[in-house]
Each structure stands twice: as structure tokens, then as C-alpha cells.
């Protein structure tokens, strides 16, 4: 008998990337839940009806909280009472499990998983891979994954339907809660995305400062991926000693001297506390 997944939030933007994979799987039985009006004429467009959400949640095996980070621990609470026992919550961020907001209930299983999206460097099976840059549709990424509470046989369930629903998945990497925080947000985004920020404002700088806008798109997306690849170690190559005095002289007036603090414990919850409760931070 195949598995049955609730899929909470199946028309939103997260959960139609899962909807997608997972409507065409005999490996499981799916019952998609929605309360939006929009999102529930989204998914009757893909031929898909709604399970009312204590219907589907109290025979599934696994549930998917495909909602918002903000959301995910008070929907949590709303359906954990509903789940039967030895059930379990498959959350796709780390966000409201390393703020401790998910309500848990002993008798249930809480695995956390998250794509690392397709790698910028490396080989994809086509031209189709190539263009799917978020992943999921047909370029092969790594995940990761964390168990938050439960058994081993709980986690490797979790495992194989992110491998269906994150696919084609190569590696499913496995962390700590507190690990996949500092990836995310910490590396990936109060880091790397800022990071991305700052060299797309730096071109539009350049634009404003005169040059032609096709020619500072040109020059910044070729003089990004250099560097990195000489960092990641894709290509055999050292800066040169002008790019390195460069390097030196931008990086002191750029960058804070004490920006690796953002990676402290207390910083990393700080950042989640901002994301899942903006109204505290303004």
C-alpha cells in the first residue's frame, strides 16, 4: 500500500513545486489541501481537487508543510491534534524548527529538509537542466536534511519522498537543525544573498555612473563567475597581484571586520526571529 502524503499549502508557490512531482508518483497517494481561493482554482487548472485538511491529515503518513516560514508553527499547532500516531511532518525550511515553533506531539516524527538548488558549476544532462536554476524540474541538486525528532526508519521515509519531490536529487546530505540555520539563512542568504545584492548594485552603480548598461551586465556576470571558480577551485588559476591589492583595498571598505559574527548562535536565532516575526523588527 502506498504511502499517504498531505501536502498542506499544495497551491502556493513551494507547494505547486512539490505538487508537480508528486501527482505523477504511483510510489505514493496524495491528498492536496488547500484554503485560498486562488491558490485551491490553481490547482483545479491542474486537474487537481481539494481534501479537506482534517480529512487528509488524519490518514497520512506523511505531512508536508509547504507554507510559509511564518506560517509553519501555527498551522503545526492546528495539525498536530489531527495526525495519527507514528505520522510524520516533513517541514521545508529550517526557520520555525530552529526557532522551536513547530508544536510537537511525542508520538510523531519531524524531519526537516531543504534543496541546495542546482550548483553553479558542474555538468547538467541537457539544455532543459541547464535553464532549471531553482531545481526540482530538471537539473540534478543536493538536499539537506535534519532530523528534528523521531526514528531513523521516519527519516528514511522523509529521504525518499524528498528524493521524488526535490528530483532529480543526487545527494541527500545530512545535518543537524542547528547546522542547516547556518547554511541557511547565515551562509546562504544574510551572507550569499547579500553578497549577490551588493554586485548587482555595484553594475547598476556603473549604469548610473554612465556605462552602457549591456556592457556592465557583460563585465559584472563574466567577472563574477571567475572568481568564484577560482575560489571553488573549478578552474587552475590565481588572481593576479593587481586583483589581489584590489581585493585587499575593497575588502576594507566594504566589508565589516567583524561580519563572520553573523555565524554566532545568538545571531543565527536573531536573523530567524526577524524573518518569522517581521512586524517585531520595523
Not at 517541514?91 to 508544536?103: H, N, T
Not at 539544455?127 to 530538471?138: M, Q, V
Not at 523521531?150 to 529521504?159: D, L, R, T, V
Not at 545527494?171 to 541557511?184: D, F, G, N, Y
Request: charged share 15%.
Amino acid at each position: 500500500m502506498a504511502p499517504v502524503v498531505a501536502v498542506i499549502g499544495a497551491g502556493g508557490k513551494m507547494g505547486l513545486r512539490v505538487v508537480t512531482r508528486l501527482k505523477d508518483s504511483a510510489q505514493y497517494e496524495a491528498r492536496y489541501c488547500e484554503v485560498a481561493p486562488a491558490a485551491i482554482e490553481r490547482l483545479a487548472q491542474a486537474g487537481l481537487a481539494v481534501t479537506p485538511t482534517v480529512d487528509a491529515v488524519s490518514v497520512a503518513d506523511l505531512v508536508i508543510l509547504a507554507v510559509p516560514d511564518r506560517a509553519a508553527g501555527g498551522i503545526s499547532a492546528e495539525l498536530a491534534p489531527l495526525a495519527r500516531p507514528g505520522a510524520c511532518f516533513l517541514m521545508l525550511d529550517p526557520a520555525a524548527a530552529m526557532a522551536g515553533e513547530i508544536a510537537r506531539r511525542p508520538d510523531l516524527h519531524y524531519v526537516v529538509a531543504h534543496p541546495c538548488h542546482p550548483p553553479m558549476f558542474g555538468q547538467q544532462p541537457s539544455d532543459a537542466a541547464r535553464a532549471d536554476y531553482f531545481g526540482g524540474i530538471a537539473a540534478w541538486q543536493d538536499i539537506v536534511m535534519a532530523l528534528l525528532q523521531g526514528s531513523e526508519e521516519a527519516y528514511a521515509m522523509a529521504e525518499n519522498l524528498c528524493r521524488t519531490i526535490m528530483a532529480p536529487v543526487r545527494h541527500a546530505h545530512r545535518v543537524t537543525v542547528e547546522q542547516m540555520a547556518i547554511l541557511e539563512p547565515a551562509m546562504a542568504e544574510v551572507v550569499g544573498a547579500a553578497a549577490a545584492v551588493l554586485i548587482h548594485q555595484a553594475m547598476e552603480e556603473a549604469v548610473a555612473r554612465g556605462v552602457p548598461r549591456a556592457a556592465a551586465e557583460s563585465f559584472m556576470l563574466g567577472h563574477a563567475q571567475v572568481p568564484l571558480a577560482i575560489l571553488f577551485g573549478v578552474i587552475q588559476a590565481q588572481f593576479s597581484d593587481a586583483a589581489r591589492i584590489a581585493i585587499a583595498w575593497g575588502t576594507e571598505r566594504i566589508i565589516q571586520p567583524d561580519w563572520r559574527r553573523v555565524f554566532e548562535p545568538d545571531q543565527v536565532q536573531a536573523a530567524i526571529h526577524a524573518m518569522l516575526h517581521p512586524e517585531a523588527s520595523t
